[in-house]
């Protein structure tokens, strides 16, 4: 049986790690078995902040519309039952935009929704 030399994948693997890790800060970013776990725990956190970033986001149209609102003279919470009653479908994130750029639009559809 013919002997088998592993070196290149070792160094292709290590390589691949060590360029996943580049820019973290100290020995994570040159050490193999600190670059490992970095990119473990870097991925993960990467996972769950993409899935924090929605909720956050939704968050900030919330406020954009209940600020924009209250100027109305309506609550947050009001003003989308009264949307969901004349079945305006506009999301969360066209409304905060409308909101905050477009004041006229956004009062018009203030104004359907309080019929």
Avoid: C
């Avoid at 050490?31 to 924090?52: D, I």
């Avoid at 947050?76 to 066209?94: G, S």
């Amino acid at each position: 049986m013919p002997r088998v030399k592993r070196g290149t994948n070792k160094v292709k693997r290590r390589r691949a790690i060590l360029k996943q890790t580049k820019g973290f800060r100290w020995g994570r970013k040159n050490k193999e078995r600190l670059a490992k776990t970095a990119l473990l725990h870097a991925l993960t956190n990467a996972f769950k902040g993409r899935k924090q970033k929605k909720r956050t986001m939704r968050r900030l149209w919330q406020v954009k519309i209940n600020a924009a609102v209250r100027e109305k003279g309506i609550k947050y919470n009001e003003f989308i039952a009264m949307l969901k009653r004349q079945k305006v479908q506009i999301d969360r994130k066209i409304l905060a935009e409308l909101a905050e750029k477009h004041q006229e639009a956004f009062s018009k559809i203030v104004e359907e929704a309080k019929k």
